[in-house]
Nanobody, 124 residues
Framework: QVQLVESGGGSVQAGGSLRLSCVVR????????IGWFRQAQGKEREGVAA????????YYSDSVKGRFTISRDSAKTTVYLQMNSLKPEDTAEYYC?????????????????WGQGTRVTVSS
């Protein structure tokens, strides 16, 4: 059974930084696509970043490019989202997502597995 467990959310002032972590368990292989989606109140869910754990290719939405960095540890069991220069519009519930078939469509990949979410609040 696949488990994606997020941590690291919290409250920060605009311009600050947070790092989200996602512990990945249960995939039968290590070449997967792990990403982060977010959903702000009253808005549609948005893909933020993704990484192909096999080769390290990364994908970002235009809204976070240059500010957020997705990475994985050497064991490929934890994926991180380093968020810098945070803005109030980054406030949302952030979800770790996984696709066993790899990042075949970047952020448009069909992510079958979802974590429970972690809240990020950025105040102005």
């Amino acid at each position: 059974q696949v488990q994606l467990v997020e941590s690291g959310g919290g409250s920060v002032q605009a311009g600050g930084s947070l790092r989200l972590s996602c512990v990945v368990r249960g995939y039968s292989h290590t070449s997967t696509c792990i990403g982060w989606f977010r959903q702000a109140q009253g808005k549609e869910r948005e893909g933020v970043a993704a990484i192909y754990t096999g080769g390290g290719a990364t994908y970002y939405s235009d809204s976070v490019k240059g500010r957020f960095t997705i990475s994985r540890d050497s064991a490929k069991t934890t994926v991180y989202l380093q968020m810098n220069s945070l803005k109030p519009e980054d406030t949302a519930e952030y979800y770790c997502v996984g696709a066993p078939s790899g990042c075949y469509a970047g952020l448009s990949t069909e992510f079958l597995d979802w974590g429970q979410g972690t809240r990020v609040t950025v105040s102005s």
